[in-house]
């Protein structure tokens, strides 16, 4: 699921849909994204013409519920195990997470439990913190508080700006996703 930019979900689909091979059971089985214009769905498109894409509006919290709902019935029409966020900006409640303890994995720009919430990697770089990072962890209904998967450290150098640290950043998220996801698949329980 994601809502903005993609290039998470594009990342997965490429390894995982595109470019599947036979050695990984991992199968992508639909993209879901709250935001109607969202780039990430034209790139899947693009990306992968036939892998099914589903726009389900969900802005304001009223639209929560009807999200929940239509998102179950794509779960169970699909028979999906794992819901994975890739720059899914809303907060899912907490009914809804409940149903699937250990099947929901995010991923977070930064070395949690520092630097919680949005603009993580701007925080970080205000803050002036010499190394922070990526984190997949479980999704549990406290935001960005879930048991940790797997982390990757990024070091800010003197030298970095925002940019460049965001490029950093974002590098190491493309790389630990994949290989985070296929951990946390195969061992099926919280790794600790
Ligand atoms: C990533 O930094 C991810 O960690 C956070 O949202 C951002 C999404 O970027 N949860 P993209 O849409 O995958 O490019």
Not at 76 to 104: N, R
Not at 182 to 187: G, K, S, Y
């Amino acid at each position: 699921m994601a809502s903005g930019n993609g290039s998470n979900a594009l990342n997965l689909i490429n390894i995982f849909y595109v470019g599947k091979t036979g050695s990984s059971s991992i199968n992508i089985s639909a993209v879901i994204s709250n935001v109607g214009d969202a780039p990430v769905i034209d790139k899947v498109k693009k990306t992968a013409p036939n892998l099914p894409v589903f726009t389900i509006p969900f802005g304001s919290l009223s639209e929560r519920q009807v999200f929940e709902n239509k998102l179950e019935n794509i779960i169970d029409k699909y028979k999906i195990k794992y819901i994975i966020l890739a720059g899914f900006m809303k907060i899912l409640s907490k009914e809804f997470v409940s149903k699937f303890p250990f099947k929901i994995i995010n991923i977070h720009p930064s070395l949690l439990p520092a630097f919680k919430g949005r603009d993580a990697i701007k925080s970080a770089f205000e803050y002036g913190v010499k190394y922070t990072g990526v984190t997949v962890h479980y999704v549990t209904h406290e935001v960005d508080a879930g048991p940790i998967i797997y982390q990757e450290i990024v070091k800010i150098e003197d030298y970095d700006t925002l940019e460049s640290l965001e490029a950093k950043v974002h590098i190491a998220e493309h790389k630990i996703y994949p290989a985070a996801i296929e951990l946390a698949m195969n061992a099926d329980k919280p790794q600790r």
